[in-house]
């Protein structure tokens, strides 16, 4: 489900899907639209995906459905966008923002110009008719953020009630919740800070989240908003955290088993 990379990778290979993600990275990286710093985060969160056996669990999906749930519900919903996630899921991003009526906004830990353009043009490329936090527009600064993150847009971040925030880093997602916002996160490191601090973590690979989402949306836009607001009332996001946490630790020792 990924976009297409222009090296040629054998699809018989069997990391195939791992080494594409892995390319159109590297590419994204030449283009400037990845930080070097990404490079290493997907690797991260490549190695959690070994631990959950790189399929989305059950928590996981229940979480997606949440947060496209309280999308659909919100008076102002954003999608923020970093680099590796213009590089791998640019074209279904905009479907997700489309279907849910969110905007897009670029929020960048190592922000320049060209940065921002590159990653605009990949949007705007991939469909999106407008993208937030280009520029002078990230003319709001969040104070409880040193890093470039801090400077959002008026009119997407600062305002939105939903943010949608994957491939996030903690301290954002913590200055988020302490506006009011409900934060959605979408980090493969159950332990994370982000995914901690998140109203909503969704704890899977976004290459199988955004997909799965765009559909799920299609699905949630005729049910009445008082189903859909039953549905994220009674999420635990914690219990949700939790069951992510013991399906980890029930396939390790199930693999450790099988090697005695």
Do not use: W
Not at 62 to 72: C, G, H, P, R
Not at 107 to 112: D, I, K, M, P, V
Not at 209 to 224: E, N
């Amino acid at each position: 489900m990924v976009q297409e990379t222009k090296f040629s990778i054998p699809r018989a290979h069997p990391r195939y899907e791992s080494l594409k993600m892995r390319e159109l990275l590297i590419d994204g990286a030449d283009q400037g639209i990845v930080a070097t710093s990404g490079l290493i985060a997907h690797g991260r969160g490549e190695a959690f995906d070994y631990l959950i056996g790189e399929r989305s669990l059950r928590n996981a999906i229940e979480a997606e459905k949440v947060a496209v749930a309280s999308l659909l519900l919100a008076k102002l919903p954003v999608i923020s966008v970093n680099g590796n996630l213009a590089s791998l899921m640019a074209n279904v991003t905009v479907n997700l923002a489309e279907v849910t009526g969110s905007l897009i906004e670029v929020n960048l830990f190592y922000r320049s110009r060209a940065r921002e353009l590159a990653i605009e043009r990949v949007l705007k490329q991939s469909g999106a008719k407008r993208v937030l936090g280009i520029g002078s527009n990230a003319s709001r600064i969040i104070s409880e953020i040193s890093s470039e993150r801090r400077r959002v847009d008026p009119d997407g971040l600062f305002s939105c009630d939903v943010a949608l925030i994957p491939l996030e880093d903690g301290d954002r997602a913590t200055a988020l919740r302490k506006m009011g916002k409900q934060v959605i996160s979408i980090d493969l490191n159950p332990l994370s800070r982000t995914s901690q601090v998140a109203s909503i973590s969704i704890v899977d690979n976004i290459v199988r989240a955004f997909p799965r989402m765009v559909r799920i949306a299609k699905q949630l836009k005729s049910v009445p908003a008082s189903e859909l607001e039953a549905l994220v009332s009674r999420f635990d996001n914690q219990r949700n955290l939790a069951g992510i946490l013991e399906a980890i630790a029930s396939r390790l020792t199930r693999l450790g088993e099988n090697h005695q």
